[in-house]
């Protein structure tokens, strides 16, 4: 099965801040690789799809690239409600449908 | 409006069973790839079953053998039915709906429940 590894696994930030979330697959996944959100309490939501297409209403900050085995989300200045984790899911190989561990941002 | 509704969680000995349902509204749960996702308290997002449109079914290794998926066609319900449970399947438990696009099945998951919490202990 295909791994997930993201890192760092937390960060801290300060709003304005430019935010940069890896995350690295065990195999090539050309660009099979989604990004989700989810705050504390709450449902995971889609933030990006194909590596790089961003679901409707995802604000324009939140951008994605790379292929492959390295992908990126990147924010490109944190606000107040971006204070979540982020999780990475690949779609070449499923099943399984794999995420990865998760990236707590916090404020600094 | 496209949604799901996970019903079904609660607290359950070691060894016991129980059954999670996902109502679906707003689409065709047979006409969709479904899935379950769990999240133990404090920890990631964990795969744990599939079904396909079609009928097939697939499990994480850790519920293989345990866990069956299955859905009502006529109700639009997704079931997770959970036997020899253990105190690490506790968690919630999430339906979901795998979207296809591009000939890639299922590409992202769009469409989430809030969830329901299965607790295991004695």
């Known amino acids: 099965d295909i791994q997930l590894t993201q890192s760092p696994s937390s960060l801290s930030a300060s709003v304005g801040a430019r935010v940069t979330i890896t995350c690295r697959a065990s195999e090539s996944i050309s660009r099979y690789l989604n990004w989700y959100q989810q705050k504390p309490g709450k449902t995971p939501k889609l933030l990006i799809y194909a590596t790089s297409t961003l679901q409707s209403g995802v604000p324009s900050r939140f951008s994605g690239s790379g292929s492959g085995t390295e992908f990126t989300l990147t924010i490109s200045s944190l606000q107040p409600e971006d204070f979540a984790t982020y999780y990475c899911?690949?779609?070449?190989?499923?099943?399984?449908?794999?995420f990865g561990g998760g990236t707590k941002v916090e404020i600094k | 409006e496209v949604q799901v509704v996970e019903s079904g969680g609660g607290l359950v000995q070691p060894g016991g069973s129980l059954r999670l349902s996902c109502a679906a509204s707003g689409f065709t749960v047979s006409a969709n790839y479904m899935t379950w996702v769990r999240q133990a308290p404090g920890r990631g997002l964990e795969w744990v079953s599939i079904i396909y449109s079609g009928g097939s079914t697939y499990y994480a290794d850790s519920v293989k053998g345990r866990f069956t998926v299955s859905r009502d066609n006529s109700k639009n319900t997704l079931y997770l039915q959970m036997n020899s449970l253990r105190a690490e399947d506790t968690a919630v438990y999430y339906c979901?709906?795998?979207?296809?696009?591009?000939?890639?099945?299922?590409?992202?998951?769009?469409?989430w429940g809030k969830g329901t919490t299965v607790s295991v202990s004695s």
């Open positions: 979901a709906r795998g979207f296809c696009t591009n000939g890639v099945c299922p590409y992202y998951v769009d469409v």
């Open positions: 899911q690949q779609s070449y190989i499923s099943p399984p449908l794999t």
